[in-house]
């Protein structure tokens, strides 16, 4: 395996947060993710349910807030290597509920940069992780989004 | 939805599914309206622009695969709660085909005072293809 200091790009822009903007978040939202998922689940669709639940009132699904990952758009870290790049891979990982009426502050970071070998050969990846932060000032989720560089022949 | 489960009543092997789902143009529609107001033709709404980035049609977007993904697993028991889901999108997932979701629990710890499942999901087409690969980590809630 490579290390981080063969691999040439941006290095400034290594965990360096860029603002994307923020989102509000409405029961209206909700319904329409969990009528075009088909989703059942009373804690996002029962008022009386969710009320009486932990949370005190309807809750988001847990992928709620990857509708906006579409929104988000990255710098180019200038990576000289390949000829290709695509999406690899996501991880979503739930901290705190996201409710009705929540304004969500979005912010996006390059997480890290490594090099793999594997059968096809090098390949670079290129990780990004965008935190979703409500107006409490608390993360309610982490979003990290791979990307892969490698050489088309 | 399924009752509540006990972490206790959960061994290392097994499975939640296999069941089957279609994913309809409607489903899709109503999903990109969430944002957009207006519908554009994009590679998950128009059958031409699919086929112009080279796709054999209109395909459905991630986050509604990983939405229903995370669904199948979350609403196997009433008291679960998915803390991570990290998904690997090996093909596109056409709309208004029949797939199948299959869950394996591989996994279970107890950590900060949670009693957690480790479960691998799959999101297969109707010849058993891997269309995405997923890897959930579930909180499994005191009854």
């Known amino acids: 395996m490579s290390t981080e200091e063969e691999i040439k790009y941006d290095k400034s822009l290594l965990n360096k947060e860029s603002y994307i903007g923020e989102f509000n978040i409405t029961r209206e939202m909700i319904d329409s993710f969990c009528k075009s998922t088909e989703e059942t689940n009373p804690l996002f669709t029962n008022e009386e349910h969710a009320n009486n639940s932990e949370y005190l009132g309807i809750i988001a699904p847990p992928t709620l807030c990857n509708i906006f990952m579409s929104k988000v758009t990255r710098p180019d870290i200038k990576i000289e290597f390949g000829d290709g790049t695509f999406f690899a891979g996501q991880a979503l990982d739930n901290v705190n509920p996201i409710k009705p009426g929540d304004k969500l502050t979005v912010n996006t970071r390059l997480k890290e940069v490594f090099a793999k070998t594997g059968r096809s050969g090098k390949m670079i990846f290129e990780v990004w992780e965008t935190k979703f932060a409500n107006q409490d000032g608390l993360t309610t989720t982490l979003v990290r989004e791979s990307f892969v560089h490698r050489k088309r022949s | ?143």
């Open chain 2, 1 to 143: 939805m399924a009752t509540n489960i006990t972490f206790d009543e959960i061994e290392l092997g097994d499975e939640i599914g296999p069941s089957d789902k279609i994913i309809t143009t409607e489903q899709v529609f109503e999903f990109v309206k969430i944002l957009e107001s207006k519908i554009e033709a994009s590679r998950f709404t128009d059958t031409e622009f699919a086929k112009s980035e080279g796709l054999n049609g209109p395909i459905v977007p991630g986050a509604l695969t990983t939405a229903v993904m995370a669904q199948f697993v979350s609403n196997w028991a009433t008291n679960l709660k998915i803390k991570t889901l990290d998904v690997i999108f090996r093909h596109m997932v056409p709309h208004n085909t029949t797939l199948k979701l299959i869950g394996v629990f591989t996994d279970k710890f107890t950590e900060d005072g949670l009693n957690q499942l480790q479960c691998d999901v799959f999101l297969q087409d109707e010849n058993e293809v891997k269309l995405v690969i997923g890897k959930a980590t579930i909180i499994v809630n005191k009854k």
